[in-house]
């Protein structure tokens, strides 16, 4: 098929019954630096390339669908944000958003420390070798298990979820002799302007020991009872993909109080406040996220304001940035299979993925951009809705998004800011093979997380 085979859909954004839809962009093979990472870039032929290797050389040597993930920005972005927070203050990289061994080493390479959700992450930690005082254990239901092996290791933290945890976490300390620290996660009352689903300070939600009815009160009590805990401080965490700091501001003004009223009943200042992460990053050109030193700045004058406020001292700041550390350092490389207008409505192009390699849109609505980056093309703009090849009407890589009207099978797209809870999220629905994560650095790629192989299915099917 030519390149102009195919009946084009609509060009307009006003044609569609929706109608709230953006005008197309003036030039579609600009690359917004806001929404790619730093060494992403496209030449004068029209090639787009990353890390100094177009992406057509990447297809053709790691096959798409594919993760490319800019190893520069990523240490960039590291060393952003543990310069932004300075030495007085703990930036804990939440590898919920993506870990693998080689990422780990980055992290402890450029001086951060990592937060953990489960035993898997806890092991990979482990063996890519970040000391174990520099990771934080997270987690609403940790097993018996899991808390064992992060006592036995010596992490720096557990945060405690839940009353039966406190009991539970002392208890295994006590059995192998050791002293634990920890951290209380409360939940402050806090409606973070997010997806319902990403919100995690508001009271009806499963983490954390609500402030209200003096509930966390009760938690610090219990725990400054159990010779197996050292109680180190408080831990709150609001959501995510927020760009707002107000909930910031109420959720502080709320740690604090509950740190003066401590202070009040047990004659003890906890020494350390976690603020947890949840900050957004650009997934298209209209989200304006805040730089690090922005944020510092801001976390460092609200948590002082409010402790000089309650006459405290100012304890030291955590954060935990997942997204907005690995999220804009990586895209995903996309193979157009089939092309399909729909006369008055829109024009679907599928790809060689979707919601394995990216449940984020059918999960929360999320919102992406997309690029041809193959070629260069001067064809008007026609919006489309890009779609993956599994056996959902819901498999949407890219709601609505303009492309070249004579984009056609065969030619590569790219979505980024892909980083964050893309991979992580990955399954193997339709028994899709989940791709592979290409780390792309100074002329040279290498993977980091293979490619899944059918045999590798059939593998873990033992009947």
Not at 153 to 180: M, N, P, T, W
Not at 330 to 340: I, M, N, S
Not at 342 to 370: H, K, P, Q
Request: charge should be negative; aromatic fraction near 6%; charged fraction near 25%.
């Amino acid at each position: 098929m030519s390149r102009s085979a195919h009946p084009a859909g609509p060009r307009h954004a006003d044609v569609l019954p929706e109608g709230h839809y953006a005008a197309p962009p003036t030039d579609l093979n600009a690359l917004d630096p806001k929404v790619w990472s730093q060494t992403v870039d496209r030449d004068a032929e029209g090639g787009v390339s990353v890390g100094g290797i177009e992406v057509a050389r990447l297809a053709e040597e790691f096959g798409t669908p594919a993760y490319f993930l800019d190893e520069a920005d990523f240490r960039a972005r590291c060393a952003a944000w543990r310069d932004a927070f300075g030495p007085d203050a703990d930036v804990f990289y939440a590898g919920k958003a993506f870990l693998s061994r080689a990422v780990v080493r980055w992290l402890h390479e450029e001086g951060l420390n990592l937060d953990v959700c489960s035993g898997g992450e806890l092991a990979t930690a482990l063996a890519a070798g970040m000391p174990a005082d520099r990771i934080a254990f997270h987690g609403n239901n940790k097993t018996e298990e899991e808390i064992e092996r992060a006592v036995a290791s010596g992490v720096g933290r557990i945060v405690l979820d839940s009353f039966q945890e406190i009991v539970r976490v002392a208890h295994v300390a006590d059995r192998l002799g050791k002293r634990q620290r920890v951290q209380i996660r409360v939940t402050v009352g806090v409606e973070a302007h997010t997806h319902e689903f990403i919100a995690t300070a508001h009271e009806d939600q499963k983490f954390g020991i609500a402030l209200a009815g003096g509930q966390a009160a009760e938690a610090v009590r219990r725990a400054l009872k159990l010779d197996g805990l050292e109680l180190i401080g408080i831990h709150s965490h609001i959501g995510s993909q927020i760009f707002d700091m107000a909930g910031f501001e109420v959720a502080a003004r709320r740690v604090v109080g509950l740190l003066a009223e401590v202070r009040d009943e047990h004659g003890i200042e906890l020494p350390e406040i976690d603020l947890g992460g949840g900050l957004g990053i650009a997934y298209t050109s209209d989200d304006d996220p805040r730089e690090p030193h922005e944020i510092a700045k801001s976390l460092s004058e609200i948590v002082t304001r409010e402790c000089e406020a309650a006459a405290l001292r100012t304890p030291r700041i955590s954060v935990e940035p997942g997204r907005a550390i690995v999220g804009p350092t990586a895209f995903t490389l996309y193979t157009v299979g089939t092309v399909k207008p729909l006369e008055g409505l829109r024009t679907y192009v599928s790809v060689d993925g979707g919601m394995s390699d990216n449940i984020r849109t059918a999960l929360y609505d999320a919102e992406y951009t997309v690029a041809l980056v193959s070629r260069r093309s001067d064809a008007e703009p026609m919006l489309v809705r890009v779609v993956g090849k599994h056996c959902e009407s819901g498999d949407i890589v890219v709601k609505d998004a303009f492309l070249p009207s004579d984009i056609a099978p065969g030619d590569l797209i790219a979505v980024p800011a892909t980083g964050a809870y893309c991979r992580s999220m990955a399954s193997n629905y339709n028994h899709a093979l989940r791709p592979p994560v290409v780390a792309v650095r100074d002329g040279e790629a290498r993977v980091i997380v293979r490619r899944e192989t059918e045999e590798d299915l059939l593998r873990l099917d033992v009947g």
